[in-house]
């Protein structure tokens, strides 16, 4: 997202909490703010990847924890599947029948370990309710286990990144349409590091003594520099420097908030794309 983002710090007293008058925030530069920060894109792709995977393994899964009913049955022919589960083993099908009130019910296993050969006695434990939910003891009726849904723990965090992102922006936007431009000065400096890795360090405060809005951001004024504060007069400790405002718009005489044409585009193509992917990946699974 372009420019600094909004600070939230403590401070001793805060300016009056009436509202300034709403402006309107352009659209354009709504969606840059709300949609357009990289973690948001980062966190549609990780959406992406997380319903895929979901899609995919979730149907293909055993959840399952056992059957109350036992039964012997025999093999009636092994298969290699062609799948491999997340440490590369290889998966086999296991074909076989047992006897279950005078008929013989058919079923199958998934094992990565070596599987028995055909004609070979086996245990089968079973729902005695349904019966065609069976499988061979140490084996499991589906071709994964859950934990391939472990999987899914990084690219949640992903998402979870991009919705605080979002969140983020909201308040940016809250900030341009609500926010009170104030007098401040620059109070101190600081430098981290050095050479070319080298950044200066500002902090600021308002003049009003008893409005103590103080925060720091990146800069290059001198200590004692004039600055104007764009503040939340609902949340001051929500506040950024003029020019540090998020996605560089700028006050008309008027105060209406404007903003240069930026791409925006691209910010709403991203969620379209994303949905557009997982509803097609779901079909495809489904039919596969």
Avoid at 132 to 147: A, D, F
Avoid at 223 to 235: K, S
């Amino acid at each position: 997202m372009p420019g600094h983002p909004p600070h939230e710090h403590t401070r001793l007293r805060s300016p009056p909490p009436e509202l300034a008058p709403r402006r309107t925030v352009p659209w354009r530069l709504w969606i840059r703010l709300v949609l357009g920060s990289t973690r948001v894109h980062l966190g549609w792709l990780c959406a992406v990847f997380a319903a895929l995977w979901a899609a995919y393994y979730a149907p293909r899964a055993d959840f399952s924890s056992g059957y109350g009913e036992r039964a012997r049955g025999h093999v009636t022919s092994v298969k290699l599947t062609g799948k491999i589960d997340h440490l590369d083993n290889s998966i086999y099908a296991i074909e076989y029948q047992f006897a279950h009130g005078g008929a013989e019910v058919p079923g199958v296993s998934y094992t990565t370990k070596v599987p028995p050969a055909a004609g070979e006695p086996v245990q089968i434990e079973l729902d005695p309710q349904q019966p065609t939910r069976s499988r061979i003891v140490g084996m499991r009726r589906k071709p994964y286990e859950w934990i391939e849904l472990m999987m899914l723990t990084l690219p949640l965090i992903g998402i979870g990144v991009a919705i605080h992102a979002m969140v983020r922006g909201h308040v940016v936007v809250r900030l341009l349409a609500r926010g009170r431009c104030a007098p401040g000065r620059i109070v101190s400096d600081r430098i981290d590091g050095s050479g070319d890795d080298e950044v200066r360090h500002v902090t600021y405060q308002l003049d009003d003594p008893g409005a103590c809005v103080r925060a720091e951001v990146r800069g290059t004024q001198a200590v004692g520099t004039p600055v104007t504060v764009l503040y939340d007069p609902a949340r001051p400790a929500v506040n950024t420097l003029s020019e540090c405002w998020p996605g560089r718009p700028r006050l008309d005489a008027c105060g209406a908030v404007i903003a240069d044409p930026g791409p925006t585009l691209i910010h709403v193509l991203s969620p379209a794309l994303a949905i557009a992917t997982v509803v097609a990946g779901c079909c495809w699974f489904t039919s596969a």
